[in-house]
């Protein structure tokens, strides 16, 4: 039998006590099909019964971040929204006019950041890249 992913041990792996909310905030983040801003997952949390408002929820996500279970994404309209952080390496589209975002697969950058350590003397620990332009429905 294939055992079901379970949350708790991604806590429990990082040295964070499990709580009610942690979990929420993992388990939306882990749904999500794109990016969660603290806003919606202050909603998926009161959703499924658990009370929590905007300021714990931002301090629960810098934990997670800080853990490497959540990872910060930055549009260019400036808001911070947060990703699964065990998902593969992927990167987004946005689009412009619906606002739609997209999962973008197959990292073509990881030659580039080796060239970069090699010759520049860098370390890198990511690097976020994001497309933005129209997506199919608009395009119609
Ligand atoms: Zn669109
Ligand atoms: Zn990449």
Same mark, same amino acid.
């Not at 969660?36 to 714990?56: A, E, F």
């Not at 990511?126 to 997506?135: I, M, P, Q, Y």
């Given at each position: ?17 499990? $709580? !009610? ?13 794109? !990016?969660? %801003? $603290? @806003?919606?997952? $202050? /909603?998926?949390?009161? @959703? ?7 300021? $714990?929820? #931002? ?6 971040? %800080?853990? @490497?279970?959540?990872? !910060?994404?930055?549009?260019?309209? @400036? ?6 952080? /065990?998902? !593969?390496?992927?990167?987004? #589209?946005?689009?412009? &006019? ?15 950041? &080796? ?12 690097? /976020? ?10 395009? &119609?």
């Amino acid at each position: 039998m294939i055992k079901k992913h379970d949350c708790k041990e991604e806590l429990r792996q990082v040295n964070l006590k499990v $709580t !009610p909310a942690r979990l929420g905030v993992l388990a939306a983040l882990e749904s999500a099909s794109s !990016p969660l %801003d $603290t @806003g919606n997952l $202050t /909603s998926y949390l009161s @959703g499924h019964g658990i009370k929590v408002d905007r300021v $714990t929820v #931002f301090r629960i996500i810098n934990i997670l971040t %800080d853990r @490497g279970l959540a990872k !910060p994404v930055l549009f260019d309209d @400036g808001k911070l929204r947060y990703d699964y952080g /065990s998902r !593969p390496e992927h990167h987004h #589209f946005v689009c412009e &006019k619906c606002g739609r975002v997209e999962m973008v697969s197959n990292c073509v950058l990881k030659p580039l950041e &080796k060239k970069l350590q090699k010759t520049k003397g860098f370390f890198i620990r990511r690097h /976020s890249l994001e497309f933005f332009g129209l997506c199919a429905k608009c395009l &119609k």
